[in-house]
Each structure stands twice: as structure tokens, then as C-alpha cells.
Nanobody, 127 residues
């Protein structure tokens, strides 16, 4: 089992920045591929960013590429999502996810690829 706890959400003006953190406990974190997803009101959950077990490979949704950066610190069992140049359309609940049986180099971009989920953290971007 892996427990995931997100933090760092909040209210920010358009053009601002936030850094989300996801602290993992339980099963060995370093062997998990990690991802961030988000869900806006009335919309389906969508992929935002993913990072491989190795930390060497990342993938991003087209809508956030160039503005968001995913990273991980295996010594701290934490994955981060640095969000810059935020837009009102980035407003959503952001979820951290972990995949237990991961290829060392792969990233995973579909929600059903993941085994564990955090409770989510709200990000609101005002115009």
C-alpha cells in the first residue's frame, strides 16, 4: 500500500506560481512511477504530468507543457509539480497518483494506469 498526501494548493492570480507537493508513505516510493491529474467542476479527470521511476523521463499534457514542471526527490519520498504562468483554466482539484509496478523508464498518462491516489488539493486561479 502507498499513501499519498498532496499539499500546496491555494488561490493565486493569473500569471502567478504554485508548487504542489505529494508526500508518499508505505511501499517503497522510489520504485513507483508518479503522475499528476486534475479535475475541474463538471469535467472529467485529466492527465497533467508524469515522471518515471528513474526520474529521468517526464511527460506533460499539451495544455501545461512549458509552464509546469514535475520532479521527484526519492530521498524525501516526495513528488512535486511546479506550476508557473498559471491561467484561470488551470483551476481544478489536483491529484497525485502512484503506479506500483512500473517500468524503470516509462511514464504513464492514463488514470487507469495508476494504483494509488491522494485526496486532492484545490488550485484556484483568478483572472
Amino acid at each position: 500500500q502507498v499513501q499519498l498526501v498532496e499539499s500546496g494548493g491555494g488561490l493565486v492570480q493569473a500569471g502567478g506560481s504554485l508548487r504542489l507537493s505529494c508526500a508518499a508513505s508505505g511501499r517503497t516510493f522510489s520504485s513507483n512511477a508518479m503522475g499528476w491529474f486534475r479535475q475541474a467542476p463538471g469535467k472529467e479527470r485529466e492527465f497533467v504530468a508524469a515522471i518515471s521511476w528513474s526520474g529521468g523521463n517526464t511527460d506533460y499534457a499539451v495544455s501545461v507543457k512549458g509552464r509546469f514542471t514535475i520532479s521527484r526527490d526519492n530521498a524525501k519520498n516526495t513528488v512535486y509539480l511546479q506550476m508557473d504562468s498559471l491561467k484561470p483554466e488551470d483551476t481544478a482539484v489536483y491529484y497525485c497518483a502512484a503506479r506500483a509496478s512500473a517500468n524503470y523508464y516509462y511514464t504513464y498518462m492514463r488514470s487507469y494506469d495508476y494504483d494509488y491516489w491522494g485526496q486532492g488539493t484545490q488550485v484556484t486561479v483568478s483572472s
